[in-house]
């Protein structure tokens, strides 16, 4: 009974064995023996399986049997592994290959969606022609402009990524399970070769060359089936295309009516809908443009902020008037002081633009005393002097014995302490302490003063609504028989006594000495937008000191650490010029400093 069970057995490994070197590429879950099954048919088929010791007692080889068995197992539970692996990745195969075929053909644009898409170009296309045309009237509306540009630019290349992922997922699936497909099918083979063959797994260049050639079989093997696949898919995709087109065609010639008015209908939803977009957009460009030229801060740390600066500037007044008793010594004491004042809204949009957010007055100390020392420079000078005073004497005449009374000069020194304070106003400091950028957000918050006018009443500061004064000049009636000339200075005197702000190019903003003479000039007959002092300079044509007349633009280099034309105005006659300094106002520009800074005249075409 025993012999005959033995025999059996070895019946049933022989032709698990023949199944498991016959299968080519899958294997049927159903002929899967369990790895311990595997173990008991081989232990059977092994030789020497059954010995009989030197003792008599039947059974394996204590040693070598036992491990060779145990190795056995874990190869076939590794070969299992893999099996059931090959089965999995292609499965997941077959489902990427029916979604990529029941993915619907790229539809190209009808007439209505070109229609749209024109419609859209072009109100987005005149949007921003009037935004750039108010662009020329206001300096800081650029920045804001080119931020929602570059927003769009942003929105639309996402989108057309996200699209492009989504449409192309089918594919990139079928092409990764593909991939491991082919490869757990390679290492499936070969382990099956090794399993078969020890001397294949013992051997590095003959498994390299094996796996060399399974990939190449797979390789072609898969473009085979992608090739196939390919067709049907067209095939399918063409006949359904033939009977979709027939379709649509018979209902067109049925109801060309109801065609009409859905067609009408669909136009209209999309002028709306890209109308709706379009407004968002601007929405969103305005909300943007209010929060970049708002201050970020809290009311609370604005007044702190600025009740410091001006304690800074209370105690340097009294160091200016108690001088004398702070630095005694000197015989005699002169001063010459500039005014001590500044604009509070020029120093809180400092403040924004240098730390760019949400600041506290701890935040600002710093900042705060950096900006004094750089607008208040307080210098003293000790001069020496030799002066003589008168000596009374009383002296007896020898002759005569009578006593008399003289004098004599006496030298000695006399200390004068010269005191000059300088105030370089806050408004200049700026364009050296800022880029470009940091600039046109500086004369954002000063055209909107921060979207907060009533933080600093114009009766209790001075700031950019308030007309300062300013030197005063009758210019020649005669002058004015040019219509040209009369116009540019009916022009201009409108705003003299007004601050200077830097980057300023309105009236409501006040203006810089470029934005002044652009916004002068454009009233007054020319159209050439907002322009720098080397803009003008670029514009107009060189003229010489004697062929100068008034209406001509005066130019100047140096007034600041900047390459070109630094400075212009407007030539009045007789050596005088109308500026924006601070405030605007008439100058002569025979002064020491205006000959050291002249560059040319130009007169504008």
Same mark, same amino acid.
């Given at each position: ?90 499965? %997941?195969?077959?489902? $990427?290959?029916? #979604?990529?075929? *029941?993915?619907?053909?790229? !539809?190209?644009?009808? =007439? /209505?969606?070109? @229609? ?103 390789? %072609?093997?898969?473009? $085979?089936?992608? #090739?196939?696949? *390919?067709?049907?898919?067209? !095939?399918?995709?063409? =006949? /359904?295309?033939? @009977? ?113 957010? *949400? ?126 000339? *009369? ?119």
């Amino acid at each position: 009974m025993l012999m005959k069970t033995d025999e059996q057995a070895l019946h049933i490994t022989k032709q698990k064995q023949l199944v498991l070197k016959n299968k080519v590429k899958y294997r049927n879950e159903s002929v899967a023996v369990k790895p311990s099954v595997k173990l008991r048919q081989k232990r059977i088929s092994l030789p020497n399986a059954v010995n009989h010791n030197t003792s008599g007692h039947a059974g394996p080889k204590p040693g070598n049997n036992t491990i060779y068995n145990r190795k056995e197992v874990k190869e076939l539970r590794h070969l299992d592994k893999l099996d059931k692996r090959v089965v999995r990745t292609e499965n %997941k195969l077959d489902v $990427a290959r029916k #979604k990529l075929t *029941a993915q619907k053909p790229r !539809k190209l644009p009808g =007439s /209505v969606s070109n @229609i749209t898409k024109s419609l859209k170009h072009e109100i987005w296309v005149k949007i921003h022609s009037k935004i750039h045309e108010l662009e020329n009237d206001n300096l800081a509306l650029e920045p804001v402009h080119r931020a929602e540009l570059a927003a769009e630019r942003l929105g639309r290349s996402t989108i057309r990524v996200i699209i492009r992922r989504i449409k192309s997922r089918p594919a990139r699936r079928v092409r990764k399970w593909e991939k491991k497909n082919t490869k757990a099918n390679i290492k499936l083979r070969f382990k099956r070769m090794a399993h078969e063959n020890r001397e294949l797994d013992s051997n590095a260049v003959k498994r390299y060359l094996r796996k060399r050639q399974l990939r190449k079989i797979y390789k %072609k093997q898969a473009k $085979a089936s992608a #090739k196939q696949a *390919a067709a049907g898919t067209v !095939k399918t995709a063409t =006949s /359904v295309t033939r @009977i979709f087109g027939r379709a649509v065609v018979h209902f067109v010639s049925r109801h060309p009516a109801v065609i009409f008015i859905a067609i009408l209908c669909f136009l209209v939803f999309f002028i709306v809908q890209s109308c709706m977009g379009i407004m968002t957009a601007a929405g969103s460009g305005i909300g943007g443009f209010v929060g970049m030229s708002t201050y970020p801060s809290s009311d609370k740390d604005i007044y702190a902020a600025e009740a410091v600066y001006a304690g800074m500037e209370t105690c340097l007044q009294y160091i200016i008037e108690n001088y004398a008793m702070l630095h005694a010594g000197f015989d005699e004491y002169k001063f010459n002081s500039d005014v001590i004042k500044h604009d509070p809204y020029v120093l809180i949009s400092i403040l924004c633009v240098l730390h760019d957010g *949400a600041w506290t007055l701890t935040d600002v100390q710093g900042t705060l005393d950096m900006l004094f020392y750089q607008q208040y420079s307080l210098e003293e000078d000790i001069f020496k002097e030799v002066r003589y005073r008168t000596i009374k004497t009383l002296y007896t005449d020898p002759g005569t014995g009578e006593i008399h009374e003289g004098s004599y000069e006496e030298p000695y020194d006399y200390f004068v302490c010269v005191v000059t304070l300088k105030n370089f106003d806050l408004s200049h400091l700026p364009v050296y302490i800022m880029d470009e950028d940091g600039l046109s957000h500086y004369a954002l918050y000063m055209a909107t003063l921060g979207n907060r006018p009533g933080l600093f009443p114009s009766h209790l500061y001075t700031h950019a609504s308030t007309k300062l004064s300013y030197e005063r000049y009758a210019i020649p009636p005669e002058y004015f028989g040019d219509e040209v000339f *009369a116009a540019i200075i009916n022009e201009a005197e409108k705003y003299l006594g007004m601050p200077y702000v830097w980057g300023g190019s309105t009236p409501k903003s006040s203006f810089d000495c470029s934005g002044f003479v652009s916004w002068v000039i454009n009233h007054s007959g020319w159209d050439v937008g907002r322009l720098t002092a080397q803009g003008l300079y670029d514009a107009c044509t060189p003229i010489s000191p004697a062929n100068a007349k008034p209406g001509d633009l005066i130019f100047f280099a140096g007034t600041y650490d900047t390459a070109g034309v630094s400075h212009v105005g407007i030539y009045v006659g007789d050596s005088m010029m109308l500026h924006c300094g601070n405030p605007i106002g008439y100058a002569s520009t025979d002064t020491a400093y205006w000959q050291s800074k002249f560059y040319n005249y130009g007169r504008l075409p």
